[in-house]
């Protein structure tokens, strides 16, 4: 409880600074409109995570944003998948950075994908039904074609570096030459918990915008101003997750993007605290809640049965 009025305090101060540079960044109240639906890992409950299979099921549903994870392969491919290691997703083992891309593209990337997990986990006892279906670790290189083929008003892009230290500096410099060569840089969001990765990507192009990750609220406004960051993204279970903390970030020229909020209560919450966007595991429901349109059909086409699989979370 004390962390969380030292937080608020600091917060409450920061209300006040109304006149720093960043207030007029690309978040002001003027640009703001409802909060963006962006598929957490494609929108992990309707289809496995990080995966085409995932990205294409969240086009068709109609997001916003295409959220995604990456690590270089030993042969400098970036690929995307959430984990350091291949077991919680995957029919293979071990650690994704000492294997070749040949060696990943072998893996069985839908081996463990349960329809409405949040995320996946490894477990015997619940139906998968894309095993041995070809679902294969994808590259950022593919996403990115694929998002560029869906034309000028197709959905953003936000990529996660995972890697840590000086490994996830070096990931940023094939990272933004993919950004360049894309064809829509103005649609890639590159994030990280760590702030060494985006403040390389600000050093090769500062024009790429960069969307930093915490656990707390304050800490993590406090650094994407003094670093540039144009997003303060925060766990939806933070302690010091206000509308104190977003009304600070709006002021301060900073876009507010919490993850993961997956039940309607949850959502419904943050979309009446104004935020900018909201990355979760079930885009189809919130997507219902703000209105919008959705099939009537929210799993992966692939997955054949589960017809009466809904498209929010069951509790």
């Not at 917060?11 to 957490?40: F, I, K, M, T």
């Not at 299979?53 to 109609?62: E, L, M, P, S, V």
């Not at 990529?159 to 070096?170: D, F, L, N, T, V």
């Amino acid at each position: 409880m004390r962390l969380v009025l030292v937080c608020l305090c600091t917060l409450a101060a920061l209300c006040g600074c109304g006149g720093s540079d960043d207030a007029a960044g690309p978040y002001s109240a003027a640009s703001r409109s409802v909060p963006y639906v962006s598929g957490h890992r494609g929108g992990s409950a309707y289809a496995p995570e990080d995966t085409m299979t995932a990205y294409r099921n969240a086009a068709r549903i109609g997001v916003d944003d295409f959220e995604t994870d990456s690590y270089l392969s030993s042969d400098g491919v970036l690929v995307l998948i959430h984990d350091a290691t291949l077991d919680r997703t995957t029919s293979c083992s071990g650690s994704v950075t000492t294997r070749t891309f040949a060696e990943l593209r072998q893996c069985d990337a839908g081996y463990w994908y349960s329809p409405g997990q949040s995320t996946t986990a490894s477990d015997e006892s619940l139906p998968h039904p894309l095993r041995g279906k070809g679902v294969v670790i994808p590259t950022a290189k593919e996403l990115f074609d694929f998002a560029a083929s869906l034309g000028a008003y197709g959905p953003t892009v936000t990529i996660e570096i995972k890697q840590a230290g000086a490994a996830g500096e070096a990931a940023a410099a094939p990272l933004v030459d993919l950004i360049h060569a894309s064809g829509i840089q103005n649609r890639i969001i590159v994030q990280s918990f760590n702030e060494g990765p985006l403040a390389q990507v600000r050093k090769l192009d500062p024009t790429i915008k960069t969307l930093f990750l915490g656990n707390l609220a304050t800490t993590n406004l406090i650094v994407a101003r003094a670093q540039g960051f144009d997003y303060s993204s925060v766990s939806s279970s933070a302690p010091d997750f206000t509308q104190a903390y977003v009304n600070a970030a709006h002021q301060a020229g900073k876009g507010v993007v919490p993850w993961t909020p997956d039940s309607s209560a949850d959502l419904r919450k943050f979309i009446g605290e104004g935020v900018d966007g909201i990355i979760t595991n079930y885009p189809a429901c919130l997507m219902q809640l703000l209105g919008r349109p959705i099939p009537g059909r929210v799993l992966a086409p692939e997955i054949q049965g589960f017809d009466d699989f809904q498209p929010c979370q069951a509790s």
